[in-house]
């Protein structure tokens, strides 16, 4: 069993830019949830998917949105980068079974800067 | 809308002193709170839930709904312990997350 796998490590982008990061679930986990951590700050939900459909939406802009493919895997895409959006951002997978509670897993994090 | 607030950024401590990390929580419904705790170096895991009622590596959290607090308590601390410590609360139908700004914990030999 893998642990969640972040893709890249570390990037660097330019104001009104494009991104793509990159996030490989847990063995068996069927939801994932992205976060932006801003420095000093606690993790901020952004979205979460369920089954490749989006299943909430934290208060981020529409120029945030993502992607679940079949195998689980998860891609959060970010349009026309601001100075604000350098953060650490996370995905956390979790399975999802019909309990009330499902543990999220973290990933190691991608730390986006935008200069 | 969902807010938790972690008061402390930092709190230092001496081994074997007790330790007590402070979460005030605001929600309308009935919440699921957490503690989830980062070392250095290494990624965001779950430390407890108020639901489990478990000591995990010491540590005790009380979900007090009268004062919406869930303090985590430690009797002794360990250097081991040193770390960041998130409150978090999970509310509305779906996993949303919602995390405090978090406190440093900083056991002293």
């Known amino acids: 069993e893998t642990g969640v796998t972040q893709s890249p490590t570390h990037l660097i982008k330019t104001r009104g830019q494009q991104v793509t990061l990159r996030c490989s679930s847990q063995s068996g986990h069927n939801t994932v949830s992205w976060y932006q951590q801003a420095l000093g700050q606690g993790p901020q939900f952004i979205f979460q998917y369920y089954r490749e459909e989006e299943n909430g939406r934290g208060n981020f802009p529409p120029r945030f949105s993502g992607l679940q493919f079949p195998n689980y895997s998860s891609e959060l895409n970010v349009n026309a980068l601001e100075l604000d959006d350098s953060a650490l951002y996370l995905c956390?997978?979790?399975?999802?079974?019909?309990?009330?509670?499902?543990?999220?897993?973290f990933g190691p994090g991608t730390r986006l800067t935008v200069l | 809308a969902q807010r938790v607030t972690q008061p402390e950024k930092l709190l230092s401590v001496f081994k074997g002193a007790p330790v007590e990390l402070k979460c005030n929580y605001s929600?309308?419904?009935?919440?699921?709170l957490f503690w989830y705790v980062q070392y250095s170096r290494q990624r965001l895991q779950l430390l407890l839930r108020?639901?489990s009622r478990e000591s995990i590596k010491g540590f005790t959290a009380d979900l007090n709904k009268g004062e919406t607090s869930f303090h985590l308590k430690k009797p002794f601390a360990q250097e081991e312990d040193s770390a960041m410590y998130y409150c978090a609360l999970m509310a509305g139908g779906y996993q949303k997350v919602t995390f405090g700004t978090g406190t440093k914990l900083q056991v002293i030999p």
């Open positions: 929600y309308s419904g009935s919440p699921e």
């Open positions: 956390a997978s979790s399975l999802v079974s019909g309990r009330l509670f499902n543990e999220q897993f």
């Open positions: 108020h639901i």
